[in-house]
């Protein structure tokens, strides 16, 4: 776990670190203020965390769903560095390549859980930090991109059709619900899990 351990420390220095450069340039350069750079690459040190992770505690004595698992990761890898070369990363957050990392999570998270399903410690799923902490990330890689996916794609052509707070207050609002729910599972898993369960 102390590669999870060392995930949140960075989510949580990353989040002051892009709030205070926010605030700084915002004062001084209006008009290029920007923190995206910080959660471009936060997003593919998250993906890479939890998709290696996962590749580890995977149990195929032919390694084949090791294999699969870390080609997948390679493509998140690709995926970003293509959207680099069309979008610059540090003005503009990678919409698409944060989608395809969610969609690559969810399916490395999957596979996880149906080998811990088939594994001879059914009995002990509800113990496992490693499915509890899944399980909160799956909510948030399927709920995020979704409203993110919304938010690129639907684009009225009257703007008086639709309703401006949805935008600007409501789905931030449930962004945010949706990252306290994940956090809660993920510090709940930590509490209910007993250590002997929990994966190096």
């Not at 811990?116 to 991109?145: A, C, E, R, V």
Request: charged share 15%; no cysteine; hydrophobic share 50%.
């Amino acid at each position: 776990m102390r590669l999870f351990l060392f995930l949140f420390w960075y989510i949580a220095i990353n989040d002051i670190l892009a709030f205070e450069y926010w605030e700084y340039y915002k004062k001084t350069s209006p008009t290029i203020v920007s923190n995206n750079i910080f959660y471009n690459i936060l997003d593919v040190i998250r993906f890479s965390v939890i998709i290696w992770i996962i590749k580890r505690n995977i149990n195929d004595p032919k390694k084949l769903r090791q294999r699969i698992v870390t080609v997948l990761l390679y493509t998140v890898w690709l995926f970003y560095l293509i959207n680099s070369l069309f979008e610059n990363p540090i003005r503009f957050f990678l919409d698409y390549s944060f989608i395809y990392g969610a969609i690559i999570t969810v399916i490395a998270i999957m596979y996880y859980s149906i080998d811990l399903i088939k594994s001879t410690q059914i009995s002990k799923i509800k113990k496992d930090l490693l499915l509890w902490i899944n399980i909160g990330f799956l909510i948030f890689n399927i709920s995020y991109p979704i409203i993110l996916a919304i938010q690129i794609f639907y684009e009225p052509s009257d703007l008086s059709e639709i309703d401006k707070k949805l935008f600007n207050i409501q789905l931030p609002i449930v962004i945010s619900i949706i990252s306290i729910v994940s956090n809660l599972i993920i510090i709940f898993g930590f509490i209910w899990s007993e250590k002997r369960h929990q994966h190096n």
